[in-house]
């Protein structure tokens, strides 16, 4: 890798985001307090979708904003409230992460027993020379392996967008944003 790479990795790319008003970055139908509003969803949209364009290189927020709509109050609370929000919903897909596995696990245990029972019940129909217990034999081993799909679908394939989203909010829920004026 060249110094010329090392030092573009390194450099946060600024993503800007030009609002006209403080209020435009946060859902107006939450009551909650200023500092833990949760974000619009547009707003959280651009963001997230800005990051994940960027991969896993270094992001920065801008906020860009009239003279004075950066004097008001409000203003010297937004990079807390973005990070919060972002806080948020991390521990939303922690959540979900763990509840994905939790029922990978409840039901590879289900699966097993299940594919067991069919295997068991296939071995004792093996013996008999009727044409109908052969197609119950065979339907019992293709019934039991069907159902090893849910658990096995989680396990190799369902939580990894679940962890990819999550570590993109953690990244998201330190984000470097600062607040300039509108030029």
Known sequence: ??????????????????????????????????????????ADDYIVGSAEDLGNRPMRLAILLPEDELARPEAAHIAA??????????????????????????????????????????????????????????????????AMWGPLDIFLYGWWPIYSRHKLLQRLSSLDVELRPIT
Not at 11 to 34: M, Q
Request: glycine share 4%; aromatic share 8%; charged share 20%.
């Open 81 to 146: 409230s973005i990070r919060y929000h972002f806080t948020l919903r991390r521990d939303s897909e922690r959540r979900r992460l763990r509840t994905m596995l939790w029922r990978g696990r409840t039901s590879l245990a289900v699966g097993i027993v299940f594919l067991v029972v069919c295997l068991v019940a296939r071995h004792l129909l093996a013996g008999s020379s009727s044409a109908i217990a052969q197609i119950f034999s065979e339907g019992l081993l293709i019934v039991g392996w069907v």
């Open 1 to 42: 890798m060249t110094a010329n790479q090392i030092a573009h990795k390194a450099a946060p790319a600024t993503v800007e985001l030009r609002l006209d008003r403080v209020s435009r970055l946060y859902n107006s139908l939450d009551p909650s307090p200023f500092q833990e509003k949760e974000l619009d969803a547009a």
